[in-house]
């Protein structure tokens, strides 16, 4: 994975989330990620990703509680979401597939390009609803 910086300033992940979020979505690759070496393997940097995505979406969008429910969420907040990320230079995926059990083979991959257990986009995590299952993953923003 390549490094990512956060900025000249050192701080906490939730302090690059407060950074983040106190401002509308910047442009793409605008703000930087530093990942520490012992950080930066794919499995680690997945999880802080889900993390920022976490907190993001509790503060952006979550009740009193901080509870987010993902079923409430349109392509708008989508949207918003995929524009956060962009801006530190990830890209953010959120399927939603009918039924608890429906089929996820395809995620991230085509035909010609499967996924492979090295890439980013090969780790996912899959949350259930109601009605639905979720599959969020990342990927790192192409030029």
Known sequence: MKKQKVSTNEGTLDDFID?????????????QLELLAEESDIPTAFNILIEIFSKTMRYLYGDRNGRVELDDMGPEELEKMSKYFGS????????????KNGNISSYGGTE????????????????KSANYLYLIYFDELKS
Do not use: C, M, T, Y
């Open 112 to 127: 010609d390009r499967p996924i492979r257990d090295n890439e980013l986009k090969a780790h996912v995590l899959k949350i």
């Open 88 to 99: 530190f230079g990830f890209q953010l995926f959120v399927e939603r597939v009918e039924g």
């Open 19 to 31: 950074r983040l979020v106190s401002s509308p979505p910047g442009n793409p690759k605008s703000i």
